[in-house]
């Protein structure tokens, strides 16, 4: 059974940073592309940073220069560092993985599995 679960979620001040992490059980990261998305009240999920096997990574362009996705393959994990947070990257952040082929355009319906959400608020 695949299971992904995120952490690191937080409310943070406008400017500040966070780490968030996604440790899977029941695939290997390496097999996949990963990546995070977010999705904020009223508003369609949006991917934010995806990374395939080849380590080829695509952003979005409200967080490119800010945001930073890695993974650890020994720890099955991914990660989402994110610097000089705006009120607008407020969102639920799910981590996701699918056999995708390419990474841009990135579409969450191509990814199969999905984790919970960890909640991220930027707010003064």
């Known amino acids: 059974q695949v299971q992904l679960v995120e952490s690191g979620g937080a409310e943070v001040s406008p400017g500040g940073s966070l780490t968030l992490s996604c440790t899977a059980s029941?695939?290997?990261?390496?097999?996949?592309?990963v990546g995070w998305f977010r999705q904020a009240p009223g508003q369609e999920r949006e991917g934010v940073a995806v990374i395939d096997n080849e380590s080829k990574v695509n952003y979005a362009d409200s967080v490119k220069g800010r945001f930073t996705i890695s993974q650890d393959n020994a720890k099955n994990t991914l990660y989402l560092q994110m610097n000089s947070l705006k009120p607008e990257d407020t969102a639920m952040y799910y981590c996701?993985?699918?056999?995708?082929?390419?990474?841009?355009?990135?579409?969450?319906?191509?990814?199969?599995?999905w984790g919970r959400g960890t909640q991220v608020t930027v707010s003064s």
């Open positions: 029941g695939l290997t990261f390496d097999d996949y592309t």
């Open positions: 996701a993985a699918g056999r995708v082929l390419y990474i841009a355009p990135v579409c969450p319906k191509d990814y199969e599995y």
